[in-house]
Structure formats: C-alpha cells, structure tokens
C-alpha cells in the first residue's frame, strides 16, 4: 500500500457509532411526518397487503448495491486494481451508510475516496472515479428526463410548477449566480496560467493534479468502453431504484398509473439534490408530496410515503450497518496491505 493511503484512515467502528442514533431518530420522524400527512392520521392497514411485493421492495432496496459492485469491478478491472468481492460490497455499502450524514449533493463521496485508496488506488484515479459516478448520474437523467416530459407531459405537476416559479421570480439571480462563478473560474484560470497561483503548493499536491490529469486523458483514450459499461450498469441500478415505489404500491392493492409514478421519480430525486439535510431530510419527503400527493388516494399518502422512504432510505441504512458490523473484521487484509497498487494498461501521459 502507498503511503498516501496509509495515511487516510477509515474507521468503520466510528462510522457505525454515529450512524445508529441518526438512523434511529431517522425512522422515527419519517413514521411521524407520515402520520401527520395521512388523513386525520389513518393509514391503510399493512396486515392486509401482500407480504411477496413487501419482500420484493425490500429486495430492490439493496439490489443497488449489486450494480454499484458491478461498476467499481469495471473500473478496477481497466486500471488493474483487484479488489475482493467483500471490498467491492464494503465500499459500495459505506458509501450509502457514509453519504446519509451528508447533504445529498456530496453524498458518501469523501468515503469513497478513502476506501478506494486504500484498496490500492492512486489518490487521484480514486478522486476522478468518484467524481466520475456524478457525471455518469447527470448522462441518465439527461436520457429519463426527456422521455418522462413527452410520455407524461407533467405540466401540471405541483413540483414542476413550483420550480418554473422559483425560475420567474429567481431566474436573474441565478443567472447572475452563474455568470459570477463562471468569471471566477476564468480568473483562477488565468492566473494559475500566469503562475500566481500554485507556486507554493506542496509536492504532494502537484502529484495529485498530474495523476487527476493523466487518469483523464487515460480515460478519453482508452476508456469508452467501461465508460458506457459503467453508464449502463448504472440505468439498472437508478430503474431498480424507481422501481421500489411500485413494489410498495401494488403491495397496498394501488395498481393504477404506475407508469406515471416510476417516470416521475427524477422529480423527486433531483430536488433531493438540493436539499442541504443529511440524506435529504425532510426535503425528500416534500418533493415526495407534492409529485404524488394528488395522484395517491388521500389515506394512502401517509403510508405509500412512510414505506417508500423506509425502503429507499432506512432499511438500506440499517441493512448497511449490519453489513459492515460482519464485514468489519477483515476490511483490508495483511497481504492487501503489503501488496503494491497494481499499475494501469498503459503508462500515464
């Protein structure tokens, strides 16, 4: 192992420490805030649903996990790093578990990093791997967003007029916003350029840049192939995820316009992007609400709500830490630690 990596520790017994009381007080306000939107706090009866959609949602709750193996095993396998199958499940895992004490913007990112150095990544190669999971996200929606507007047109929808609002009254400031930032980047670029800035930066930072920057250029060259591999692992991975809602819907005996709401579910997940709460907080549950809460049966909202978000939030919480308590003992071994990182196909430009 490198030495950059011996010196970013991961300590799975902390991250499990603090996860519980969240998790616990997790699941508590989700059942009260479920409550308090059904009608006069009815919910339909769980003891009369069906047990196999109730598994089968359960199920697609940790099916994710699968395909986010699938695609570290693709890269692993174009840079020749070799991970175990209990590391790949280790970092998929601690990734979720990690990310949910984060805003959903940045997720479990910095744990990603962490773990794949330690699996014998460069820092950079690890950095532009996790970054890359972002790119490969905004290529899907870009794809699910167009279809959902032309099959369910949702002009309608409370959420999607919501935000065209916020874009009336907000939109110059955003735009500014952008504009703003958009100068400030061309600034930092010129004077990097001029050698204004990076004259004092450490060796160890020049390395990271020049290994980040290689890692591209390896990629664009040489990666198209994992590349699209990785992206398509990924579409099963987000259509497993919608797929949970209507596994909680017809397991409630609510089998009508289901194609609206697996096609409408980027509303909700793209506005969680926005929320700044741990695991998106609150905000998840609103978005849930106002994309849904008119197509669901009134005194089905509490409960549709309150396990849909138990099954694509908790449960995958609790299950995760239960995971990485068995997984614990033996999350990099000695020969893992001795071992050398394995080198890519071709050698940095």
Not at 303 to 318: D, E, I
Request: proline residues 5%.
């Amino acid at each position: 192992m490198t030495g950059d990596a011996q010196r970013i520790p991961f300590n799975i017994n902390v991250l499990l420490r603090r996860m519980l009381p969240v998790i616990c007080v997790g699941v508590a306000g989700n059942l009260l805030f479920s409550w308090y939107t059904a009608d006069k706090g009815k919910w339909l009866d769980w003891s009369q649903c069906s047990a196999a959609y109730l598994l089968l949602a359960a199920l697609l709750s940790l099916l994710p996990w699968f395909w986010h193996c699938v695609r570290l095993a693709i890269w692993g396998r174009f840079f020749g790093v070799k991970i175990s199958s209990r590391n790949l499940l280790r970092i998929a895992v601690a990734t979720d578990v990690g990310g949910s004490i984060a805003p959903q913007a940045i997720g479990g990112a910095p744990v990603k990093i962490t773990m794949l150095v330690q699996q014998g990544y460069t820092p950079g190669k690890a950095t532009l791997l996790t970054l890359l999971s972002g790119v490969e996200d905004v290529i899907f929606f870009a794809m699910a967003i167009p279809v959902s507007l032309v099959l369910i047109q949702p002009w309608n929808n409370p959420l999607w007029q919501h935000a065209g609002w916020f874009m009336k009254k907000n939109g110059f400031a955003v735009l500014l916003t952008m504009l703003l930032l958009f100068s400030v980047y061309l600034l930092f670029r010129k004077m990097r350029r001029s050698g204004q800035i990076g004259k004092n930066r450490s060796p160890r930072w020049h390395r990271w840049v020049a290994d980040f920057k290689s890692t591209v250029h390896l990629i664009y060259t040489q990666g198209r192939k994992p590349f699209l591999l990785s992206v398509l692992a990924l579409v099963a991975q987000w259509l497993t995820r919608f797929s949970i809602l209507l596994s909680v819907l017809l397991a409630l005996g609510l089998p009508h316009q289901l194609l609206h709401f697996f096609l409408l579910q980027w509303m909700v997940f793209v506005a969680m992007v926005f929320v700044p709460t741990p695991g998106a907080a609150g905000g998840a549950e609103a978005a849930f609400l106002l994309v849904f809460g008119k197509i669901i049966p009134q005194t089905a909202v509490g409960t549709v709500l309150a396990g849909w978000r138990f099954l694509t939030y908790y449960f995958m919480l609790l299950t995760g830490v239960v995971i990485l308590w068995l997984l614990r003992e033996r999350a990099v071994g000695p020969a893992e630690m001795q071992a050398e990182p394995a080198q890519p196909k071709c050698p940095d430009t």
